[in-house]
């Protein structure tokens, strides 16, 4: 039980000092004018101050409550290595029955474990919400099991208590990491780029050794192997070999006696885009559309546009003195010998042979294409008569021969069956409203496929692959009715788009493709095939294991399914004769990014709360009881502050100046001193 004095005046304290002001001036008075009562009168005054502030005497019985210890066991990746999982548990049983077998005291243990989508270590967050559900005013202590490697050390919390870090691990312990300082997320075809790699070695390392082994290897190909310095920056130059995603992956050999490996890959997803587009356009005889492909093309930036047009046939005569024509004669022998294999595609827009490009120059336009290049015919009624394309060496390559007849009709183009599943043709905008075209060229398909049929369910869109490289034949030249919007025209700018893109081989184009996205450890796995069913997916992790699953239909041509892969690391998907790699989350963590037990990071924390820092490594340090304010930490031991909390249970309260005392003294002091006074 304990007593306190309290006060609770009756008048504002304000008033109270005026009032002790009056009463202090008429004890002077009556002073200075030698009342032999003054010291009554005075006394008489303080009595009715004292009542006036209205004292108490406040009884409480208190019920004594026990001290909290919280003791934090860090079970993130970077405490499983090695036996650091044994000595931390070992040291955390210790310490938890040391301190259960103190009088009046609890022990909170509580676990660390990895942070959510690789935050690391989150120490002093999980410390946080433990003295968030405990009175702070309780808190004797905090004890860290821990590597030391904490990724929110600067997380701003008060700590009522002294804070020790135990350390895990040996002062032998040491790791090589390999770090990429410098990866762009994008790189341009056929041009190098400039990585920048570091293997480092941390900890106790061995220091006779000066080089190291580095394996690459690119979309999961078989490494190559070189033998590079440590700690040193390396500038690697890469040359992507594709468009789209490329996974390059850089290792490291596991070195006798690292505490892990798991730092030693960096995995590396670089997207592979084209610089400049370079399309020759090369125009036939001048027609309403003339302009669609040249305007298609010149209004995006990244296509170089060479276009080349026969406006004067060599047969014309119409008298004009060569001299005087302002026409430039067109470099064909640079660009269908010499230049050829520098464009990436090749359109010809109704063209037909009029002796301007001979034979040879044809001939090597289709050799151009066996070796990769792409070409597009747009054919006019000139593709079905003598001087037709077809009758020319570029008709060995052509995926469609002309029957010799021209269509002259309306009819509405529309998507093939199988066109419904190929990317080129899948999903186009407002399908069914589009507009009629006129007029279609009847020809017979030999190979390909055929994505548009029109008049009769003729083939009007027909795309083919010959050797290394692509064909498509349109079977029309009234494509530009769209664009004019004629009967509400149709989508012949998407169209076109994604015809050209599919001939420059284009990755999200590819008819038959397996392709997967990343999200974290989950990964959408997408398969495009023009077959109607797509075979289970075989996915191979990181450590050689197998999984099968089945492919769910999305959309025609289009299946897919989800993955949540069980660690991190390289997986390689194979469906049919599709196959692809794809990383999932960092290669190496963040708590593998440092694996070297350390003090640094929380030494100031530490220092702060007067705790201190010891090695598990030399023994499980002793409990020792200090004062709060002094070294809480020495040799071997660590120090607990009693924080003598306690529970009221009860609360009395007595007047110590009740109305019947204030009265009887008041009024006997004030008699007192009129009887004093009276005798003189």
Known sequence: MTGTVLFDPLLPWTVLTVLAVLVMGGVALALMRGLSGWALRGLAGLVVLAALSGPALQQEDRAPLSDIVILAEDQSASQRLRDRPAQSTSAADTLEAALIARDNTEVRRITVPDGDEDAGTRLMTALSDALAEE??????????ISDGQVHDPDLPIDLPAPLHLLLSGEDTD???RLLVKNAPAFAIIGEAVTLTLQIEDSGAAPTDVGLAPLDISVDGAPAQRFNVPIGQDIDLPV??????????QFSVPEAEGELTDRNNTALIQMNGVRDRLRVLLVSGEPHAGGRTWRNLLKSDSSVD??????????????GVPVGELSLIAFPTRELFLEKIDDFD?????RYKRRGILPALYLDNVARYIRDGGAVLVAAGPDFAGADSLYRSPLGAVLPAQPSARVIEEAYLPKVSEIGERHPVTTALPSAGDWGRWLRQIDVDPRSGTTVMEGVEDRPLLVLDRVGEGRVALLASDHAWLWNRGYEGGGPQLE????LAHWMMKEPELEEEALTAIATGQSMHILRRTLEDTAPPVTITGPDGTTTQLDLNEATPGQ????????EIGLYRLENGDQSTVIGLGPAAPKEFEATIATPDILGERVAATRGGVLRLQEGTPRIRTVREGRPAAGRGWIGITPRNAYETQDVRQMSLLPPWL????AAGLITGAWLREGRR
């Open 135 to 144: 009175p702070r005013a309780r808190v004797a202590g905090l004890i860290a």
């Open 174 to 176: 040491w790791d090589r």
């Open 239 to 248: 040359t992507l070999p594709h468009g789209g995603r490329n996974v390059i």
């Open 305 to 318: 546009l060479v276009h080349f047009t026969i406006l004067r046939p060599p047969e014309k005569q119409d």
């Open 345 to 349: 595609l090749i359109i010809f827009d």
């Open 495 to 498: 169209l076109l788009r994604r």
């Open 559 to 566: 299946f897919e399914t989800r993955f949540d892969g069980p």
């Open 662 to 665: 204030v009265l009887i003294l």
